[in-house]
């Protein structure tokens, strides 16, 4: 995310300046590829090579040195590099912007969010949809898992919306005593300051999402949203305005449908007794 955030303040100087790429990349003898790799966050800016752009730009100092802060930043090594393989290369996207996110709005059609499940819900979980893989990697799934609820914890974490279906609710996962640890889970967070949880019942049959879950990725003004989607073999990232737009109007539906916020703890506290 910092290097999207640096990437998109180095095209906008540029364009401000009145350059073009192959301007610039001849002005500093670089090849312009190299340029538009950096201005696509596809290529992280070394702090000499963002250096070398401002003194091009005329960048003043103190407007400099948060840019060249971006850019250190961005070459830094982030807290899930340490679990290796257990976070595949496209989830390491995800889970920066995450990081980065100032709000997360979710539906999911099958299981409780990752963000809010406990950590025997989700081994049970990983064993039933992780088919053939061992149990070491398995339990470093869950510990990844298990780090990323510590955003939930901090002074800046984001703003949570999340929307479930009430098949996440009832759907026996791990067994009844695992089943309503999650559950009894699910009531507290109810009670989070920065969450909003609601169901979606079956009362209300077809709607808008049945193609299954999603995540809109809300950044600070500067920043595109992005919509995040998983499937079994892969994920991905929706970033044009109509793509966003439309799993926008998607949740806004969804939320708008859903029972209201006491309904729903009133529901899961229901579901628990049972």
């Not at 002005?27 to 950096?38: F, M, N, P, V, Y």
């Not at 070459?75 to 976070?87: D, L």
């Not at 999402?209 to 990232?237: H, K, Q």
């Amino acid at each position: 995310m910092r290097r999207r955030r640096l990437a998109a303040e180095l095209r906008q100087l540029r364009e401000e300046r009145g350059f073009t790429l192959e301007q610039v990349a001849e002005e500093i003898d670089w090849h312009a590829t190299k340029l538009s790799r950096i201005e696509t966050a596809k290529r992280a800016a070394q702090p000499s090579d963002v250096r070398a752009l401002l003194a091009l730009y005329e960048v003043a100092k103190e407007a400099a040195e948060p840019l060249l802060a971006l850019a250190r930043e961005a070459r830094q090594r982030s807290w899930w590099q340490a679990y290796g393989e257990a976070v595949p290369e496209s989830f390491q996207v995800y889970l920066g912007l995450e990081s980065e996110a100032s709000s997360l709005r979710v539906y999911e059609a099958e299981f409780v969010p990752g963000l809010l499940q406990t950590e025997e819900y989700a081994l049970a979980l990983h064993r039933a949809v992780q088919i053939g893989v061992g149990e070491t990697e398995i339990e470093q799934m869950v510990a990844v898992r298990m780090a990323r609820q510590e955003l939930l914890l901090t002074d800046e974490a984001p703003r949570l919306w999340m929307v479930v279906n009430e098949a996440v609710i009832r759907r026996m996962v791990g067994g009844p005593e695992v089943m309503g640890a999650q559950l009894a889970r699910l009531i507290d967070a109810t009670k989070m300051r920065n969450l909003t949880l609601q169901i979606l019942p079956f009362s209300v049959g077809a709607h808008p999402a049945m193609g299954g879950g999603f995540r809109i990725i809300d950044f600070e003004a500067g920043a595109d949203d992005v919509v995040y989607i998983e499937y079994p073999t892969g994920s991905l990232y929706l970033e044009k305005k109509r793509e966003v737009d439309s799993y926008t109007l998607m949740f806004d539906h969804l939320r708008a449908t859903a029972l209201p916020i006491d309904a729903s703890r009133a529901l899961i506290e229901q579901v628990y007794d049972e």
